[in-house]
């Protein structure tokens, strides 16, 4: 609230999206960081329009904007790719949108026939409801795919101030239409916090009926504010059309909207309005391992300085950490990385100190590439990070266990969405399908163990958790904060949460039954019973997200596992 009221929002949500970042239908004010990007553009252009009148005159200004939106386009197709997160949520790389606007506004494209003006307008209506069909979540954006609904706003906008009629002025006239633009910009306010408060309420995604209700409400909402907010405050007589009475009664309206939540800030949230069960359940947010911040590196498909071997300086954990000492190293994805804490306490009583080498997205699988189709991306910083950590751990003195874990099921099951794949190749084969995805896993993991067990030093092999649909955490926070029963939240049918993992369970199997020096633990083995798997139980979350094990879920599922003195002196085998 504090940053939307100072236009920075988009600041905000780009600074704390990340791996790890709340689900952005729990973000109730998540919309308002395009209004921060708009609002930055109306602040910073006046003055720059004015400057390059007063510099070079009115003859150049069209040249400038256009020049202006190609920079911006063009950072925002290579940022896409190379800084999403930047690219997404910062005006520099939305700019472009914005001047497309401002080119029409400015004597700088040709009067045109009427005709032409009605093709143009009804060209763009069709690219608008091609982008609305054709665009979704696993497409790069905006970069160049936004130049479909971009260019279709700007040809409807230029052909009407052209056109005499036509469809696109028949459908943009028809009253209901007309209504809904009247209605758009309370309607932008409202339909994100509806929506996410009304999902967050259920706890669940709404069926199709609450959706509908969802969105009728939405609209209800809208119609009151445009009536009674938004139409007053617009008008050019409104509070006696004094300016200066204007700008004080909203810097009065920021200043207490700012209060109220700094209210909130500063109390935590009030915790003293729900239940200590609620409050334990969202605890568990912070039951993680505390060298993720420093040890974790950024993933591979990012633009990143921070994807290279992590500084051996504050990933150390236990006894010989002051030395730079370790005996034990955790090796592979943000699912290694949430090991760790476990780690530690399962070999603190030899003594042995824990080093962390993790990266976010990348499994510890020597040899492979990972490709993600949809943004045509290849890891090839993830085989890089593989390489230099199989060389450190073989080169490692006094080594005695290396702890290999990863979200085996991505890169073996051909991704977790359909709608966007992710395949393993390697120098053997190329080919982008699943069959491939699996052999090249085979092979890459039996390589990262292998590479370990013959310099004679132990490998503890661990499967891949369950993977829920939701956070089991917060939705047992709502379900109490509503009264409604838990149970649900912690119980998952196993067919459908442990199905991918069973290929990936297989291949190690067969890894620890043809090598003496490797030990396995499988946690579809020890958090499921039967035809459930369970997230948590008797008061304790097993999870920190949907596929994320907490340090007490990850102690509990290595809880299994005792040390075989005979075996390297650091072997083992699950109980």
């Given at each position: 609230?504090?940053y939307?009221?100072?236009?920075?929002?988009?600041?905000?949500?780009?600074s704390?999206?990340?791996?790890?970042?709340e689900?952005?239908e729990?973000?109730?004010?998540?919309?308002t960081?395009?209004?921060a990007?708009?609002?930055?553009?109306?602040l910073?252009?006046?003055p720059v329009l004015?400057?390059v009148?007063?510099l070079?005159?009115a003859?150049?200004?069209?040249?400038?904007?256009?020049?202006?939106?190609?920079?911006s386009?063009?950072?925002s197709a290579?940022?896409?790719?190379?800084?999403?997160?930047?690219?997404f949520?910062?005006?520099?790389?939305r700019?472009?949108e914005?001047?497309?606007?401002s080119l029409?506004?400015?004597?700088?494209?040709p009067k045109?026939?009427?005709?032409?003006?009605?093709?143009?307008?009804?060209?763009?209506?069709?690219m608008?409801?091609?982008?609305?069909?054709?665009?979704?979540?696993?497409?790069?954006?905006?970069?160049?795919?936004?130049?479909?609904?971009?260019?279709?706003?700007?040809?409807?906008?230029?052909?009407?101030?052209?056109?005499?009629?036509?469809?696109?002025?028949?459908?943009?006239?028809?009253?209901?239409?007309?209504?809904?633009?009247?209605?758009?910009y309370?309607?932008?306010?409202?339909?994100w916090p509806?929506?996410?408060?009304g999902?967050?309420?259920?706890?669940?995604?709404?069926?199709?009926?609450?959706?509908?209700?969802?969105?009728a409400?939405?609209?209800?909402?809208?119609?009151?504010?445009?009536?009674f907010v938004?139409?007053?405050?617009?008008?050019?007589n409104?509070?006696?059309?004094?300016?200066w009475?204007?700008?004080?009664?909203?810097?009065?309206?920021?200043?207490?909207?700012s209060?109220?939540a700094?209210?909130?800030?500063?109390?935590?949230?009030?915790?003293?309005?729900?239940s200590?069960?609620?409050?334990?359940?969202?605890a568990?947010?912070?039951?993680?391992?505390?060298l993720?911040?420093?040890c974790?590196?950024?993933?591979?498909f990012?633009f990143?300085?921070?994807q290279?071997?992590?500084?051996?300086e504050?990933?150390?954990?236990?006894?010989?950490?002051?030395?730079q000492?370790?005996?034990?190293?955790?090796?592979g994805?943000?699912?290694?990385?949430?090991?760790v804490?476990?780690?530690?306490?399962?070999?603190a009583?030899?003594?042995?100190?824990?080093?962390?080498?993790a990266m976010?997205?990348?499994p510890?699988?020597?040899?492979?590439?990972l490709?993600v189709?949809?943004?045509?991306?290849?890891?090839?910083?993830?085989?890089?990070?593989?390489?230099?950590?199989i060389?450190m751990?073989?080169?490692?003195?006094?080594?005695k266990?290396?702890?290999?874990?990863?979200?085996?099921?991505?890169w073996?099951?051909?991704?977790s969405?359909?709608?966007?794949p992710?395949?393993?190749?390697?120098?053997i084969?190329?080919?982008?399908?699943?069959?491939n995805s699996?052999?090249?896993f085979?092979?890459?993991?039996?390589?990262?163990?292998?590479?370990?067990?013959?310099?004679?030093?132990?490998?503890l092999?661990?499967?891949?958790?369950?993977?829920?649909?939701?956070?089991p955490?917060r939705?047992?926070?709502?379900a109490?904060l509503?009264g409604?029963?838990?149970?649900?939240?912690?119980?998952?049918?196993?067919?459908?949460?442990a199905?991918?993992?069973?290929?990936?369970?297989t291949?190690?199997?067969?890894?620890?039954?043809?090598d003496?020096?490797?030990?396995?633990?499988?946690?579809?083995?020890?958090?499921c019973?039967?035809?459930r798997?369970?997230?948590?139980?008797?008061?304790?979350?097993y999870?920190?997200?949907?596929?994320h094990?907490?340090?007490?879920?990850?102690?509990?599922v290595l809880?299994v596992f005792?040390?075989d003195?005979k075996?390297?002196?650091?072997?083992?085998?699950?109980?």
């Amino acid at each position: 609230m504090i940053y939307t009221t100072l236009f920075a929002s988009n600041f905000y949500f780009w600074s704390t999206a990340g791996y790890f970042a709340e689900a952005s239908e729990t973000l109730p004010l998540l919309h308002t960081w395009s209004l921060a990007v708009e609002e930055q553009f109306y602040l910073l252009f006046p003055p720059v329009l004015l400057l390059v009148l007063r510099l070079i005159g009115a003859r150049w200004l069209a040249v400038v904007l256009l020049v202006g939106a190609g920079v911006s386009l063009a950072a925002s197709a290579w940022g896409v790719f190379a800084v999403p997160r930047l690219t997404f949520y910062l005006l520099p790389t939305r700019a472009w949108e914005l001047l497309i606007g401002s080119l029409i506004a400015v004597p700088f494209l040709p009067k045109i026939p009427a005709r032409l003006g009605s093709a143009l307008a009804a060209s763009g209506l069709v690219m608008i409801a091609a982008a609305i069909l054709t665009i979704d979540g696993t497409m790069p954006f905006p970069g160049i795919t936004a130049l479909l609904p971009c260019i279709g706003a700007g040809l409807v906008i230029y052909g009407g101030m052209w056109s005499s009629g036509g469809l696109a002025k028949s459908v943009l006239e028809w009253a209901p239409v007309v209504y809904v633009g009247r209605l758009s910009y309370s309607l932008y306010l409202w339909h994100w916090p509806v929506l996410v408060f009304g999902r967050l309420y259920l706890g669940r995604s709404p069926s199709a009926a609450e959706a509908v209700a969802l969105v009728a409400l939405s609209f209800a909402l809208a119609a009151f504010s445009l009536r009674f907010v938004e139409a007053p405050f617009r008008g050019a007589n409104s509070l006696g059309g004094r300016p200066w009475l204007r700008l004080g009664a909203g810097a009065g309206l920021i200043a207490v909207t700012s209060a109220v939540a700094l209210t909130f800030t500063l109390n935590h949230g009030l915790p003293g309005r729900v239940s200590q069960e609620t409050l334990t359940a969202e605890a568990v947010r912070w039951d993680r391992n505390a060298l993720r911040q420093r040890c974790l590196v950024d993933s591979p498909f990012s633009f990143s300085a921070r994807q290279k071997l992590p500084p051996i300086e504050g990933c150390l954990a236990g006894p010989g950490a002051a030395g730079q000492r370790y005996e034990v190293v955790v090796w592979g994805d943000s699912q290694a990385d949430s090991l760790v804490p476990a780690v530690v306490d399962m070999v603190a009583a030899r003594g042995w100190t824990v080093r962390e080498i993790a990266m976010e997205g990348c499994p510890p699988l020597i040899g492979a590439d990972l490709v993600v189709v949809k943004q045509d991306l290849r890891g090839d910083r993830c085989k890089q990070f593989n390489t230099q950590a199989i060389e450190m751990i073989r080169n490692s003195p006094g080594l005695k266990l290396v702890v290999v874990a990863g979200r085996w099921s991505v890169w073996s099951e051909g991704g977790s969405v359909p709608a966007d794949p992710r395949y393993s190749v390697d120098e053997i084969s190329g080919v982008r399908s699943l069959d491939n995805s699996r052999r090249v896993f085979a092979r890459s993991l039996e390589a990262s163990v292998r590479q370990i067990t013959e310099t004679g030093v132990a490998v503890l092999l661990m499967g891949q958790v369950p993977e829920y649909e939701h956070s089991p955490w917060r939705c047992a926070a709502y379900a109490r904060l509503r009264g409604h029963p838990v149970d649900a939240c912690k119980i998952g049918e196993r067919n459908v949460v442990a199905a991918p993992m069973q290929y990936s369970n297989t291949i190690i199997r067969q890894l620890a039954k043809d090598d003496p020096l490797v030990s396995i633990v499988l946690p579809t083995e020890v958090l499921c019973e039967g035809e459930r798997c369970y997230s948590g139980r008797d008061g304790i979350f097993y999870y920190i997200n949907a596929n994320h094990l907490t340090s007490s879920g990850a102690r509990h599922v290595l809880s299994v596992f005792t040390f075989d003195p005979k075996v390297g002196g650091a072997g083992g085998s699950p109980n």
